[in-house]
Nanobody
């Protein structure tokens, strides 16, 4: 199995930026489609972005398109989420995800999940 550990969350003012990191254990990191989800207080977990390991195609939620960017460094077994122009509505716990089937993300599913990192955007 794969263990995912997120880091980089914190408190930031609206308009600021953060970069989240997701470090994976083992050498199988490159074999998974990677993604990010988030869950705000009182809301269901929602899809943010994913990247296809074979094609490199990315899919972004409309709410973050143009502001967030996913990238991966297989040599470091790490996937990143660069978040720019942050808004208060971006406040949530962000979860790293890894799955064998890219279509899982359209269903809100994933094989593996990180423990989450808190992102709080203040006014």
């Amino acid at each position: 199995q794969v263990q995912l550990v997120e880091s980089g969350g914190g408190l930031v003012q609206a308009g600021g930026s953060l970069r989240l990191s997701c470090a994976a254990s083992g050498r199988t990191f490159s074999g998974y489609h990677m993604g990010w989800f988030r869950q705000a207080p009182g809301k269901e977990r929602e899809f943010v972005v994913a990247i296809n390991r074979l094609t490199g195609r990315t899919s972004y939620a409309d709410s973050v398109k143009g502001r967030f960017t996913i990238s991966r460094d297989d040599a470091k077994n790490t996937v990143y989420l660069r978040m720019n122009s942050l808004k208060p509505e971006d406040t949530a716990v962000y979860y790293c995800a890894a799955t064998n089937s890219y279509s899982d993300y359209a269903k809100g599913r994933s094989d593996y999940w990180g423990q989450g990192t808190q992102v709080t955007v203040s006014l």
